[in-house]
């Protein structure tokens, strides 16, 4: 059996992104004699989401706006239903956040006055390429350890409070068993559920990091925590075989959807949705509706651009998407002879754009003591994006550092750690024993195909019903049963192995929810055929579930919408 490593500390941050990172520096400043340890799957250098860099800081409050016009502006993006008080905190710390980031090195293009320059509304521009290194950097100068290349598999609980967490060394397979004070749960959203758009050598070339599957999600599952809003998935609507943000091109350089006959069908045949200022669901929802209906495919139209233009266009690309401009030059491609083809990827599970995931106080804990939740992994308030995540970094630090101070010491649990132990090392074992089983990308394929076909996936434009969402709960079961025949030869294989349990798990609280939910509140992200309009007399309200850690049956709770900020909940 591979070496235990046994390291306790005070404050232990799972996920060393962009909210693990600014975490770290607010605990660290705010107590500097406070251990603070972050664990993280990668390395934290290059490590999340902003692995590639941004061109953009996407949540910030422009001059004219308000923390409180900004949950508005969320609450009509997301139809009315918000965790608003979530919500208005974040917004209350975002141009905070952004300052601070700037000051550790970050470039922000400014006007000649000196203010910074805006993309849109809430957008203002970056030259973000380094993003990532340099809030690591801030992390690692405030003091806080770092362990890389370590997956958590799961939390060590003692009664309803956090004791620590498990992880698996990714390179030598050893066993980390953390004892902490306090967690913070910082791990990302969930890729990988669905079928992606490209399959075989390809299916890594998708949107969302696809080292992010849902570890922090399933762990809190697992454990008894309460989750919510998993019913509004995320479907980004990216270009076309690249799957590059078409953000960018909206926002940054006017270009509009058009369809195959040249209409710009979303300030027409959408009018009624809001055109081209439509939530951000339906903008997704048109383009598909578009392709199913025999009108596509589907383009952003650049064709305005001037030699000058498209030559910004992908000098913003080369700061967060180099792919773009490679896939030009390699197929002759020119923005301005010809518009840029657009798709919907396949689902995406993430508290920042959406809001899936912990059930969380203001002060970001979760229903188990001890442990918070910042970033992708928090749910109820979305709209959150790279300084939505800071600022929810520094919110759960600044909780958990106070927790800290009257938490009462708990031992971590031997009993917990042999099953961890056996749970992590079962595919490997059976590999040794055995020889033969399931390999993680089978299973994963399996899980993948299920979901698109049964659970709203690409295939399906992403419409879903009750007798197919039945039918995905059924083979579900019947998944999780054959996870005891996953094999793994090699550490890289053991945590592709968890990779999928995690999916799995997340998967059927996914179906639970989108079967719970019996309306179409966000249509593209949640059509429901058998329901298919917004029902605000049944269903304004959060969908929560909680998993028997006992008998494993994932039960349905209720939890009402509370509006905070005056104001129509329709109208940003």
Not at 28 to 43: F, G, N, W, Y
Not at 370 to 384: H, Q
Not at 402 to 407: G, L, Q, R, S, V
Not at 524 to 542: A, V
Request: with cysteine; hydrophobic share 35%; charged share 25%.
């Amino acid at each position: 059996m591979p070496e235990t490593k046994f390291i306790e500390t005070d404050l232990l941050i799972i996920g060393g992104g962009t909210a693990g990172c600014l975490a770290a520096v607010e605990a660290k400043e705010r107590s500097p004699q406070t251990d603070v340890l972050i664990m993280e799957k990668a390395h934290i250098d290059r490590s999340g989401c902003l692995a590639a860099g941004m061109n953009a800081i996407n949540a910030h409050i422009n001059p004219g706006e308000t923390p409180e016009s900004f949950v508005r502006y969320v609450r009509a993006d997301a139809r009315g239903l918000i965790r608003e008080d979530l919500t208005l905190s974040i917004a209350r710390e975002l141009n905070a956040q952004v300052k601070r980031v700037e000051s550790w090195g970050l470039p922000i293009l400014k006007r000649k006055d000196g203010s910074y320059q805006p993309r849109g509304r809430w957008n203002v521009k970056i030259n973000g390429e380094s993003l990532k290194t340099i809030i690591a950097q801030a992390a690692k100068n405030a003091g806080a350890k770092v362990i890389n290349r370590v997956v958590a598999t799961g939390y060590l609980v003692h009664g309803e409070r956090i004791a620590g967490a498990c992880g698996l060394g990714v390179r030598d397979s050893s066993l980390y068993v953390i004892k902490a004070k306090a967690v913070i749960c910082a791990t990302g959203g969930a890729s990988g559920i669905y079928r992606p758009n490209n399959q075989g050598d390809a299916h890594h070339k998708m949107w969302y990091p696809p080292f992010n599957t849902g570890a922090g999600y399933a762990m809190g599952i697992r454990a008894g925590a309460e989750m919510t809003g998993f019913e509004m998935r995320f479907i980004a609507l990216r270009t076309k075989d690249v799957i590059c943000p078409t953000g960018t091109l909206a926002i940054g350089f006017g270009a509009p959807q058009i369809n195959a006959q040249g209409e710009q069908f979303m300030a027409t045949r959408y009018a009624h949705l809001g055109g081209h200022r439509a939530p951000t669901p339906l903008r997704v929802y048109g383009p598909v509706k578009e392709v199913k209906e025999g009108r596509g495919p589907c383009y952003m139209d650049t064709r305005h651009l001037s030699e000058e233009q498209v030559r910004d266009l992908k000098m913003a690309y080369l700061d967060m998407y180099p792919n773009i401009v490679l896939y030009w030059a390699a197929n002759n491609i020119d923005p301005r002879k010809e518009p840029i083809e657009i798709c919907g990827t396949e689902p995406y599970i993430i508290g920042g754009h959406t809001q899936s995931g912990y059930w969380i106080t203001k002060e970001r804990e979760t229903t188990l003591a001890g442990l918070y939740a910042a970033g992708d992994v928090a749910g109820g308030s979305p709209y959150k994006f790279v300084s939505g995540c800071w600022a929810e970094g520094v919110l759960a630090a600044r909780s958990a550092v106070k927790y800290m101070e009257t938490a009462p010491n708990v031992e971590v649990e031997a009993a917990r750690v042999e099953h961890e132990r056996n749970r992590i090392y079962a595919p490997y074992v059976r590999q040794q024993e055995v020889g033969d089983g399931v390999t993680p990308r089978e299973m994963e394929e399996r899980l993948q195909k299920i979901m698109d076909e049964y659970a709203g996936g690409v295939s399906v434009f992403y419409e879903i019903n009750e007798e197919r969402l039945l039918a995905a709960r059924r083979k579900l079961e019947s998944l999780q049963e054959q996870k005891q025949y996953l094999i793994a030869s090699d550490p890289h294989q053991l945590m592709l192995a968890h990779e999928v349990i995690d999916r799995i798990d997340v998967a059927q609280v996914l179906v639970e929810h989108l079967l719970y939910r019996k309306e179409t509140r966000w249509p593209g992200f949640q059509t429901r055929l058998d329901y298919t309009h917004r029902d605000d007399i049944n269903w304004l309200k959060f969908v929560n579930s909680r998993r028997d850690g006992k008998t494993g049956e994932i039960k349905m709770l209720e939890r009402p919408y509370k509006q905070i900020v005056p104001g129509d909940r329709y109208l940003g």
